[in-house]
C-alpha cells in the first residue's frame, strides 16, 4: 500500500483541517482510495517548524496553537525554515496554505517554487501562485515530473478546474460569470437580513471565510485572482491581474441593499470574462443588483456558482461551497487524489 509524506506549509484553518482529517480517516482512504498519508512536516509562522521522517504525532501540533508554545519545545524550532524545510524535507507532496498575497503572491510563489525544483509535487488552495505565476509553476512542475494542483483555489472543494478542463475539452467556452466569494457573499446576505456592515464581516471570519485581511474579500482582490484563474486556465486567455476590471462591494450601502430588496433584486458580486470576435478576452469583478429571477439571485451565504457559457451545451452551471475550512481542506484532498490516479494511472485526474 502506498502512503505519501506531506509536509504542510501554513497550519492555519485549512490545514489544521486536512490533518485532522489525515487524523481521523485514514484508515477511510487506505481501503476506499489505497493510499495513506502520513504527515512529516509543518511550519507555521505562529509555530515554526517541525521535521519528523517517522511521522508527526498530529494530536500535539493540533494542541498547539492557542498559546505561546512553538513547536521549538516539541524537537523543532520557533522559525519557519520554509525554504530548508520545503527542501529538504522527505515529503512526497507539499501542501501550500499560507495568506494569499494579491500582491506578487509571495511567500507563496517561492514555496511552491522550492518544492517543484527539489521534485516534490505541490496541492495548495493559495490563489496568489496560481493566478500570478501559473504558467511558469506549471512548466515548472512539467520540467522536474511532478504535479502542481490547486482545484481549491477557485470555489474551494467544489469541482470547478478539473472539471472545466477535462468535460469541457470537445466544446468551446465563449465566458463565464459567478458568484466567486463567500465572504462577500455571505455579507450580502447578511445585510439584507438587517445586520450591519462589520457585525456581518466578523461572522463570516469566525466562520473561516474571510481572507487574513478581508479586504481581499470586500475590494473584490480575491475574485479578480480567481477571474484571472479560471480565464487563463479556461479560455487561454493570456490575460493579466492588471486586465481584470475590479470593484468590491464596500460602495454598496445598507440603504442599496433595502433598495435593491423592494425593487425584486438582490447585490451580488459577480465575476466574469468573456471572449470578443476579435479573439480577446473582457474580464472584471463588479457588484450588480440582479432581478430575483436571474440564475445567480438565489446562491445565498458562502455558497459560490459559476456559469459556463458553451457553444454546445449553452450555460452549464456549478454551483457549491466556495470557502469553509473543511471544505477548502477538502479541495487539498481532492489533490492529492488527482495527483495518485496520475500517478498510477487511474482515471480521475484531468
Ligand atoms: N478558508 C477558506 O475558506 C479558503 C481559503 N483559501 C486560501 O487558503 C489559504 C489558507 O487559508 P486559511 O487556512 O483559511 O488561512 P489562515 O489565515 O487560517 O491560515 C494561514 C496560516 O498560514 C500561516 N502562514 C502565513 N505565512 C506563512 C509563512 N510564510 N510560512 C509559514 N506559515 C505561514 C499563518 O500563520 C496561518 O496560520 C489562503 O491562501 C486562502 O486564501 C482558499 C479557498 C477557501
Ligand atoms: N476568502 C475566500 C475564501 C476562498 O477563496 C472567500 O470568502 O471566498
Same mark, same amino acid.
Given at each position: 500500500?502506498?502512503? /505519501?509524506?506531506? *509536509?504542510?506549509? =501554513?497550519?492555519?484553518?485549512?490545514? $489544521? ?8 480517516? #485514514?484508515?477511510?482512504?487506505? !481501503? ?13 509562522? $505562529? ?5 519528523? @521522517? ?27 525554515? #520554509? ?34 525544483? &527539489? =521534485? ?8 496568489? @501562485?496560481? *493566478?500570478?505565476? =501559473? ?11 511532478? /504535479?502542481?494542483? /490547486?482545484?481549491g *483555489?477557485v470555489m474551494s472543494g467544489t469541482p470547478v ?7 469541457? !475539452? ?7 460569470e459567478g458568484i466567486l466569494n463567500g465572504t462577500s457573499n455571505y455579507v450580502l446576505g447578511r445585510?439584507e437580513a ?7 464581516? &466578523?461572522e463570516a471570519?469566525?466562520l473561516g471565510y474571510a481572507?487574513?485581511? @478581508?479586504? *481581499?474579500d470586500?475590494?473584490? /482582490?480575491d475574485v479578480?485572482?480567481k ?18 476590471? $475590479?470593484? =468590491? ?8 441593499? $433595502? ?7 438582490r447585490w451580488k458580486l459577480v465575476g &466574469?470574462?468573456?471572449?470578443? @470576435? ?12 440582479v432581478?430575483?429571477?436571474h440564475g445567480l439571485a438565489g446562491v445565498s451565504g458562502a455558497t459560490n456558482a459559476v456559469s ?9 452551471t456549478v454551483s457549491g461551497p466556495g470557502a469553509g475550512r473543511v471544505e477548502t481542506?477538502y479541495a ?8 495518485? &490516479? ?9
Amino acid at each position: 500500500m502506498t502512503t /505519501y509524506d506531506i *509536509a504542510l506549509i =501554513g497550519f492555519g484553518g485549512v490545514n $489544521r483541517t486536512l490533518a485532522e482529517l489525515i487524523a481521523t480517516r #485514514n484508515e477511510a482512504l487506505r !481501503s476506499g482510495l489505497g493510499f495513506g498519508l502520513r504527515v512529516v512536516a509543518i511550519t507555521d509562522l $505562529r509555530l515554526g517548524s517541525l521535521v519528523q @521522517p517517522d511521522g508527526i504525532d498530529l494530536s500535539m501540533a493540533l494542541g498547539l496553537g492557542g498559546g505561546s508554545e512553538t513547536f521549538a519545545e516539541h524537537g523543532g524550532s520557533a522559525d519557519t525554515n #520554509n525554504e530548508s524545510v520545503i527542501r529538504s524535507c522527505t515529503a512526497d507532496i507539499i501542501c501550500e496554505a499560507t495568506f494569499t498575497n494579491p500582491d506578487d503572491g509571495e511567500p507563496a510563489v517561492s514555496h511552491v517554487r522550492w518544492a517543484l525544483e &527539489s =521534485g516534490k509535487s505541490v496541492c495548495t488552495t493559495n490563489k496568489g @501562485p496560481v *493566478a500570478l505565476r =501559473g504558467a511558469e509553476l506549471n512548466s515548472l512542475a512539467a520540467q522536474n515530473g511532478v /504535479y502542481f494542483e /490547486y482545484e481549491g *483555489a477557485v470555489m474551494s472543494g467544489t469541482p470547478v478546474i478539473r472539471l472545466a478542463k477535462k468535460m469541457f !475539452s470537445g466544446l468551446r467556452l465563449n465566458g463565464f460569470e459567478g458568484i466567486l466569494n463567500g465572504t462577500s457573499n455571505y455579507v450580502l446576505g447578511r445585510m439584507e437580513a438587517g445586520l450591519d456592515f462589520e457585525a456581518a464581516v &466578523s461572522e463570516a471570519q469566525e466562520l473561516g471565510y474571510a481572507e487574513a485581511n @478581508p479586504a *481581499a474579500d470586500i475590494e473584490g /482582490y480575491d475574485v479578480q485572482l480567481k477571474v484571472l484563474i479560471l480565464a487563463n486556465e479556461l479560455l487561454d486567455a493570456g490575460i493579466e491581474l492588471k486586465d481584470v476590471r $475590479r470593484q =468590491g462591494i464596500s460602495t454598496v450601502t445598507a440603504e442599496d441593499v $433595502r433598495t435593491a430588496s423592494r425593487n425584486g433584486r438582490r447585490w451580488k458580486l459577480v465575476g &466574469s470574462a468573456r471572449r470578443n @470576435p476579435d479573439g480577446t478576452v473582457t474580464a472584471g469583478v463588479a457588484p450588480v443588483a440582479v432581478p430575483l429571477d436571474h440564475g445567480l439571485a438565489g446562491v445565498s451565504g458562502a455558497t459560490n456558482a459559476v456559469s459556463f457559457d458553451t457553444d454546445l451545451l449553452g450555460p452549464v452551471t456549478v454551483s457549491g461551497p466556495g470557502a469553509g475550512r473543511v471544505e477548502t481542506a477538502y479541495a487539498l484532498l481532492s489533490d492529492i487524489i488527482a495527483i495518485h &490516479s496520475a500517478k498510477t494511472g487511474a482515471a480521475a485526474h484531468a
